[in-house]
T-cell receptor, first 109, second 114 residues
Framework: GQSLEQPSEVTAVEGAIVQINCTYQ??????LSWYQQHDGGAPTFLSY????GLEETGRFSSFLSRSDSYGYLLLQELQMKDSASYFC??????????FGIGTKLQVIP | DTAVSQTPKYLVTQMGNDKSIKCEQN?????MYWYKQDSKKFLKIMFS???????INETVPNRFSPKSPDKAHLNLHINSLELGDSAVYFC?????????????FGAGTRLSVL
């Protein structure tokens, strides 16, 4: 089976940097993804890491260490609109994607 | 053009009723999914189909029956609805490219069982 752990809530100040960590245990692993979900909305894809290292997409970066079963999402220059839930997700066999519980990020002025 | 569309957006019904949710994707993807998101925001996979074939069936009560008439459509029928079925149900599709699986979600169906 697969299980993921991430913090349930994080609060950060507008303009700051925040890191959301994710650790996972999985029987099959192809990659780690991150999704953003605003209240009342649908999850939307942010980034994907299959190999160790950092992937950067604008203000968002994602990191993966396969040997540590660990990854993180880094959000820079936080904006109020970044307030949302962020889910890490593991892709395993049969294209099965298992999501973490989500981290609710609150950006304050 | 909406990539993944599901209907209805809201569904309010009585316990014991049977209801269906429909999903269509115009992305040309081979794989479609149903997820359930409960009040604590936990997003759990229920089913997935690849080219109309069932490939993932999590421990879901058999009151839930998915049906995929073609690879662009995946519907979900729920019999004898129970209070605990109240949740948001998301349809999603994906196309695996070099083991990269990006999920494209529909807007969700908010089901309330009274």
């Amino acid at each position: 089976g697969q299980s993921l752990e991430q913090p349930s809530e994080v609060t950060a100040v507008e303009g700051a940097i925040v890191q959301i960590n994710c650790t996972y245990q999985t029987s099959g692993f192809y990659g780690l993804s991150w999704y953003q979900q605003h209240d009342g909305g649908a999850p939307t894809f942010l980034s994907y890491n299959a190999l160790d290292g950092l992937e950067e997409t604008g203000r968002f970066s994602s990191f993966l260490s396969r040997s540590d079963s660990y990854g993180y999402l880094l959000l820079q220059e936080l904006q109020m609109k970044d307030s949302a839930s962020y889910f890490c997700a593991v892709t395993g066999g049969y294209q099965k994607v298992t999501f973490g519980i989500g981290t609710k990020l609150q950006v304050i002025p | 053009d909406t990539a993944v569309s599901q209907t209805p957006k809201y569904l309010v019904t009585q316990m014991g009723n049977d209801k269906s949710i429909k999903c269509e994707q115009n992305l040309g993807h081979d794989t479609m999914y149903w997820y359930k998101q409960d009040s604590k925001k936990f997003l759990k996979i229920m089913f997935s189909y690849n080219n109309k074939e069932l490939i993932i069936n999590e421990t879901v009560p058999n009151r839930f029956s998915p049906k995929s008439p073609d690879k662009a459509h995946l519907n979900l029928h729920i019999n004898s609805l129970e209070l605990g079925d109240s949740a948001v149900y998301f349809c999603a599709s994906s196309q695996e490219i070099k083991a990269k699986n990006i999920q494209y979600f529909g807007a969700g169906t908010r089901l309330s069982v009274l």
